[in-house]
């Protein structure tokens, strides 16, 4: 249990998306030890979406690994090809296998209609009790992203304000020592 308030307090203490992607899923990977977990997001343009991976952890792996954000998109698998993951975002509801190993899919949607799931894998289908604690940690995580997107963006026009903006400016811009 000290575990995983620990994990919460570490999730809350971050303000970048990025991270608070890799510390959701090293959270879920730390309390139940999966064979996988992994963030997917939907990203293109309607009618040619793909999923990228924001973040991945696999058992015996010590740092998660994600797609980079600038993929190019033809390079990431199609909506169509995961129709599990598509079932999940569409329905708002877990969706989970009961093969040997089980998948459950849990449906992230933030505020600003970022569609995604969290994606685990383990040896056995998860019990009602290791769902409902995956869906507090998740409340919590999108419940902390309502949050910084409450202050980071312009209430009326919700483009990121000038903070925010410029942090993402210096994170995307190349940094060049010559």
């Known amino acids: 249990m000290t575990q995983l308030v620990d994990n919460l307090a570490d999730l809350t203490a971050l303000r970048d998306r990025d991270a608070l992607d890799i510390a959701l899923v ?3 990977h730390d309390m139940l030890q999966p064979n996988s977990t992994a963030i997917c997001r939907v990203v293109g ?3 040619s979406e793909r999923w990228r991976t924001c ?17 190019d998109l033809d390079s990431l698998p199609p909506l169509s090809d995961k129709p599990l993951r598509q079932q999940a975002t569409k329905t708002h509801q877990i969706v989970q296998t009961e093969d040997t190993p089980s998948l459950a899919l849990f449906p992230l949607k933030g505020n600003l209609d970022s569609i995604g799931v969290l994606e ?3 040896e056995q289908p998860l019990t009602a009790e290791l769902k409902r604690l995956v869906s507090g940690v998740l409340r919590l995580y999108l419940n902390f992203q309502a949050l ?20 993402a400016f210096l994170k995307a811009t190349p940094v060049s020592y010559t």
């Not at 952890?57 to 980079?68: K, N």
């Not at 910084?148 to 942090?167: I, S």
Request: aromatic letters at 6%; hydrophobic letters at 35%.
């Open 26 to 28: 090293s959270a879920v």
């Open 45 to 47: 343009d309607a009618g």
């Open 55 to 71: 973040a991945q952890l696999l058992q015996g792996q010590s740092q998660p690994t994600c797609d980079s954000a600038w993929a």
């Open 120 to 122: 685990i894998t383990t």
């Open 148 to 167: 910084l997107d409450y202050g980071e963006r312009d209430a009326l026009t919700e483009l990121l304000n000038r903070k925010t903006f410029d942090g």
